[in-house]
């Protein structure tokens, strides 16, 4: 990977007011691709990809990102952009609208970035659950919006973005398959964490109660015949 062009991408992108993860966004999910290097990442809202090469650094060997753009002016800078990094093998685009490419994968993936339209996030979320691996992670940015997710604020301009992504929130936090923060990093960001273990968890400690319960029995008919 080439870290200067990386950059001077940023820089670029900063510069022309193009929406980029911020940094301190980047290093709470960095420290998380440490931890557990992902084999697939599905990334919707690429812009010109300065995320999706952010995180490549940390995929697991032969792993891939596939990632959704629907602005043709962003889709070429993204293309160009892969190729000046050197990470255009590791990164698939998909070309359009992510509400009509998301239902045609049938893809499994270990991490989700959703960075796209804000009034479409339950939209995402949904599709993000029927792709996301057993313990795998789902990550919404954006989704405090300038802190009027947390206020009264009820503009008719912004109301419907607001609306659902309170909306997402109450979902991945009522959730019982998924364990949630809601963290105060750049412009905020949900961390979701799949844990469909807790379900198998508890029904192993549930057939292990009733093991003992028809063991304790059969013990009480011996000795009290």
């Known amino acids: 990977m080439n870290k200067q062009e990386l950059e001077k991408i940023k820089e670029k992108a900063l510069e022309e007011h193009i929406p980029i993860i911020m940094d301190d966004t980047l290093e709470v999910i960095e420290k998380e691709l440490k931890a557990k290097p992902p084999k697939k990442i599905l990334e919707i809202g690429a812009a010109v990809g300065y995320s999706a090469m952010c995180f490549s650094e940390f995929l697991s060997e032969g792993g891939r990102i596939d990632t959704i753009e629907r602005d043709e002016e962003r889709i070429q800078e993204a293309k160009e952009n892969f190729k000046k990094v050197g990470v255009e093998d590791k990164i698939h685009l998909y070309e359009g609208d992510a509400l009509e490419i998301l239902p045609t994968l049938n893809e499994k993936y270990d991490m989700v970035f959703i960075d796209a339209a804000k009034g479409k996030y339950p939209f995402f979320l949904a599709e993000a659950l029927r792709m996301i691996n057993d313990n795998g992670i789902i990550f919404a940015d954006n989704i405090l919006y300038k802190g009027y997710v947390m206020s009264d604020y009820n503009k008719h301009k912004q109301r419907t973005a607001v609306r659902n992504l309170r909306e997402y929130i109450k ?45 304790l029995i059969n013990v009480i008919f011996v000795w009290f015949p």
């Open 171 to 215: 979902e991945v936090t009522e959730n019982e398959n998924l364990d949630t923060e809601i963290l105060e990093v750049g412009d905020g960001l949900a961390v979701s964490k799949l844990c469909k273990w807790l379900e198998m968890v508890i029904l192993l400690l549930y057939f292990r109660y009733v093991f003992f319960q028809f063991h």
